[in-house]
Nanobody
């Protein structure tokens, strides 16, 4: 089993550049990739990006490219999402997820079905 705990959310101002964290524990050796998603009220859960520890590969959704950066601290088993220049439309619950199946095509991790474990989410609310 893998446990994921997100942190770093809260009430923010437009233009802020917060960093969200996702601490993994448990059977972390089984993780092949970790991703970030978000879900705004009334909308589907949206893929933002994924990190795969083999080769330190990352893949981003088009909506995240340029403003969001994913990184991973191997010593702490913690995934980060650096968000720059927040917009009001970034208001959502942000989730991290871990997948234990290896997929050769990194973009496949854009699918929610590629993940086996999910965190509880952290709310990010952006005010103008």
């Amino acid at each position: 089993q893998v446990q994921l705990v997100e942190s770093g959310g809260g009430l923010m101002q437009a233009g802020d550049s917060p960093r969200l964290s996702c601490a993994a524990s448990g059977w972390t050796f089984s993780i092949h990739a970790m991703g970030w998603f978000r879900q705004a009220p009334g909308k589907e859960r949206e893929f933002l990006g994924v990190f795969r520890n083999i080769g330190d590969n990352t893949f981003y959704a088009d909506s995240a490219k340029g403003r969001f950066t994913i990184s991973f601290d191997n010593a702490k088993n913690t995934l980060f999402l650096q968000m720059n220049s927040l917009l009001q439309e970034d208001t959502a619950v942000y989730y991290c997820a871990a997948g234990i199946t290896h997929y050769s095509t990194l973009s496949y991790y854009a699918n929610k079905e590629a993940y086996n474990y999910w965190g509880q989410g952290t709310q990010v609310t952006v005010s103008s």
